[in-house]
Nanobody
Framework: EVQLVESGGGLVQAGGSLRLSCAAS????????IGWFRQAPGKEREGVSC????????YYADSVKGRFTISSDNAKNTVYLQMNSLKPEDTAVYYC???????????????????WGQGTQVTVSS
């Protein structure tokens, strides 16, 4: 059974930090890229960051560049998203997703991903 389980969300003040984790199981981790998406109430799901499990290449949306860092521990089949300098506009439910054979131009397209976690809430207070 494929599972992606997010953890680490919570309530933090603006300027603070959180680290999200995405634990994967049930598929060959090295064959997939893991992406982080977020969805705020009333808004579309948007891509935040992505990492290739095979070569470690990382990608970031412009809105989080310089503040968020994605990393992967392949021995644990786990991907992390370190979020620093958090802003109220970062408030959303954060999801991790696994996708294979992703094209760079479609990294932020949710339908390109095969598996999704249940999400974890991140709330940043001003």
């Amino acid at each position: 059974e494929v599972q992606l389980v997010e953890s680490g969300g919570g309530l933090v003040q603006a300027g603070g930090s959180l680290r999200l984790s995405c634990a994967a199981s049930g598929f060959t981790f090295d064959d997939y890229a893991i992406g982080w998406f977020r969805q705020a109430p009333g808004k579309e799901r948007e891509g935040v960051s992505c990492i290739s499990s095979s070569d470690g290449s990382t990608y970031y949306a412009d809105s989080v560049k310089g503040r968020f860092t994605i990393s992967s521990d392949n021995a644990k089949n786990t991907v992390y998203l370190q979020m620093n300098s958090l802003k109220p506009e970062d408030t959303a439910v954060y999801y991790c997703a696994a996708g294979s054979n992703l094209l760079l131009l479609r990294l932020w397209v949710p339908t390109e991903y095969d598996y999704w976690g249940q999400g974890t809430q991140v709330t940043v207070s001003s």
